[in-house]
């Protein structure tokens, strides 16, 4: 029960690296997540799934430089501090 | 210091200097008690009396007496001044102060009846919240319109409390303070987070902002302190029968408040509307006021032994 901010930042790093290592073609595609197969329904009613995959494709794109500069941190930081 | 007798109490002297930048409501609704016909007088008295002070505390040094030094502290006071506005217009871009301001302008009497409803709502019959010229009322002026006030002195209240439980066990040390402190704000950022994914996910056009979700679930804070005070004082049974009915009085002020926000016109009306889009959004509604009772029980059963 002890949470800390820190295990919260934990949280976020560990959910967008697994978001970040979906791999498109591999995976995604296999189980119908691929890009081309979100945008169905045009208008004002996305839908929840399409609404996941953009989710999903938009943190790859944004956060995949990002999320390497933050690991390498975690990395050093951990390896220094323990 | 110049205490000038505001409506409402609240002191104005430090907000003299981001007047101009705060956002007045329009005329006849404004945020704050307009006290400006005292401000450069006030100012001045202000200032000299932070000169004052210094040179009468060492009353035999005549280095203060020296023009010299005297143009420096002047040049250095009108230099922290300027690096404070500085600070302030930068601060700005980041935190929305004068956003979070509207949050803060309540009075006693909005604080009283806000928190009559929190452990009430039943008797409450309007829930609407009142604009004028599309711009959301202070929430002095309107019962149902969200404020940080509540949440952040229930959160406040809430820790020294949960010390004051602990130390009756016998389990209190310093630390503790600052480790209850922070679970409840992570479970709060965490909650918070949640919703509005939710929110992104169902697609619901609403005016619900980051600060009106931290807002509501800030009120839940109210019935945990009440609950666990019944407990210290009429022991276990006392806790849950005061947990059970805060619980559900939160539900019930959740439901009512947030079907306005977030349903369509006619389903909020309480017309039975057909389709899974509003579908979605009352199952939505409905766990949103589910996990405040969760949370309430999640946060306060170990301090009650």
Redesign the interface.
């Given at each position: 029960?002890?949470?800390?901010?820190y295990?919260?930042i934990q949280t976020a790093i560990l959910c967008t690296n697994a978001i970040a290592v979906l791999h498109e073609e591999r995976f995604l595609s296999k189980i119908g997540w691929g890009a081309d197969q979100g945008v169905g329904g045009f208008g004002d009613?996305?839908g929840?799934k399409a609404?996941?995959l953009n989710?999903v494709r938009s943190v790859r794109t944004v956060m995949r430089v990002p999320l390497i500069i933050v690991n390498s941190a975690c990395i050093v930081l951990l390896m220094l501090f323990g | 210091m110049d205490y000038t007798a505001a409506q409402s109490g609240f002191r104005q002297q430090p907000n003299m200097r981001l007047r101009n930048s705060s956002v007045d409501g329009p005329d006849g609704s404004q945020l704050f008690d307009d006290t400006s016909a005292a401000g450069p007088g006030a100012q001045g008295v202000y200032r000299n009396q932070q000169a004052g002070p210094q040179a009468a505390g060492l009353p035999g040094q005549s280095f203060l007496s020296d023009p010299m030094s005297n143009l420096a502290m002047v040049y250095g006071s009108s230099l922290a001044s300027q690096g404070r506005e500085m600070v302030d217009k930068n601060l700005d871009r980041f935190i929305p102060i004068s956003k979070l301001k509207y949050y803060f302008a309540v009075d006693t009497v909005y604080v009283g009846k806000k928190l009559g409803i929190l452990v009430f709502p039943y008797m409450h019959e309007s829930w609407e919240v009142c604009y004028q010229q599309d711009i959301p009322v202070a929430p002095r002026f309107d019962v149902n319109a969200p404020d940080l006030y509540i949440p952040t002195m229930g959160f406040i209240t809430y820790i020294l409390v949960a010390g004051l439980a602990l130390g009756t066990q016998d389990r209190f040390s310093p630390e503790l303070l600052g480790v209850q402190a922070s679970s409840a704000l992570v479970w709060l950022i965490m909650e918070v987070l949640v919703v509005l994914l939710s929110l992104y996910l169902v697609t619901v056009n609403t005016d619900l902002t980051t600060i009106d979700l931290l807002a509501f679930s800030g009120y839940k804070y109210v019935g945990m302190i009440v609950g666990v005070v019944a407990g210290l004082l009429f022991g276990k049974t006392a806790y849950y029968l005061s947990l059970l009915w805060c619980c559900a009085a939160i539900f019930v002020f959740m439901i009512r408040t947030l079907r306005l926000k977030l349903l369509s016109e006619a389903a909020a009306e309480g017309k039975l509307v057909r389709g899974a889009r509003n579908q979605l959004r009352m199952y939505l509604t409905m766990s949103i006021a589910a996990a405040q009772p969760i949370f309430m029980y999640w946060l306060t059963y170990h301090l009650i032994r």
């Open positions: 029960m002890a949470f800390t901010l295990t919260l009613d996305p929840v609404q996941i989710l | -």
